[in-house]
Nanobody, 118 residues
Framework: VQLQACGGGLVQAGGSLRLSCQVSGINFGIHAMAWYRQVPGKQRELVAAITSRDTTNYAESVKGRFTISRDNAKNTLYLQMNSLKSEDTAVYYC?????????????WGKGTQVTVSS
């Protein structure tokens, strides 16, 4: 199983980025997926999650600004991030859930850095 995240970078506050996570080695469409983020010295936190049936949920801090989606035909998970704030600066990780689980993540990508300048 491999999860390859990309799309991070440096952006000004108020700007947008779209993260992608290419997944291989699994039947992508049957698994819940999620994006997490981590700032040095802090615990990794859930940003957004999506089930195999496209039910989504978001951290309160990103609701209305971020959108998680998936393309099962392309085995790809996305995170559209709009109206970025400096506090969104973090390393973002995509993660796959165990079959039948929503938040029991068993595989993680390596992470992509998002830096928002104010």
């Amino acid at each position: 199983v491999q999860l390859q995240a990309c799309g991070g970078g440096l952006v000004q506050a108020g700007g947008s980025l779209r993260l992608s996570c290419q997944v291989s080695g699994i039947n992508f469409g049957i698994h819940a997926m999620a994006w997490y983020r981590q700032v040095p010295g802090k615990q990794r936190e859930l940003v957004a999650a999506i089930t195999s049936r496209d039910t989504t949920n978001y951290a309160e801090s990103v609701k209305g600004r971020f959108t998680i989606s998936r393309d099962n035909a392309k085995n790809t998970l996305y995170l559209q991030m709009n109206s970025l704030k400096s506090e969104d600066t973090a390393v973002y990780y995509c993660a796959k859930a165990l079959y039948g689980s929503r938040y029991g993540m068993d595989y993680w990508g390596k992470g992509t850095q998002v830096t928002v300048s104010s």
